[in-house]
Nanobody
């Protein structure tokens, strides 16, 4: 069964940092591009960052460029999102998945507030 499990969220002050993790199982993780998404209260889910299967190519939403870094460890079947210089508008539930997966994991809540 294909599964993605996000973790690492929490409450952080503006300007702080968090690192999210996504543990994947049930598919050939190393062969799949992966992405992070987020959904803020009352808003549509949006793409935050993507990474190629080998980790050699990445892309970011304009709102997070220069602050967030997506990476992966194919030996551990794990995707990461390093988030620095966090802003209140980054508050959301964060999700990971490959594009072809038709359902979402439980996500991890990130709250940026003083």
């Amino acid at each position: 069964q294909v599964q993605v499990v996000e973790s690492g969220g929490g409450l952080v002050q503006p300007g702080g940092s968090l690192r999210l993790s996504c543990a994947a199982s049930g598919f050939s993780f190393s062969k799949q591009p992966m992405s992070w998404y987020r959904q803020a209260p009352g808003q549509e889910r949006e793409l935050v960052a993507g990474i190629s299967s080998a980790g050699t190519s990445t892309n970011y939403a304009d709102s997070v460029k220069g602050r967030f870094t997506i990476s992966r460890d194919n030996a551990k079947n794990t995707l990461y999102l390093q988030m620095n210089s966090l802003k209140p508008e980054d508050t959301a539930v964060y999700y990971c998945k490959p594009s072809w997966l038709t359902y979402w994991g439980q996500g991890t809540q990130v709250t940026v507030s003083s």
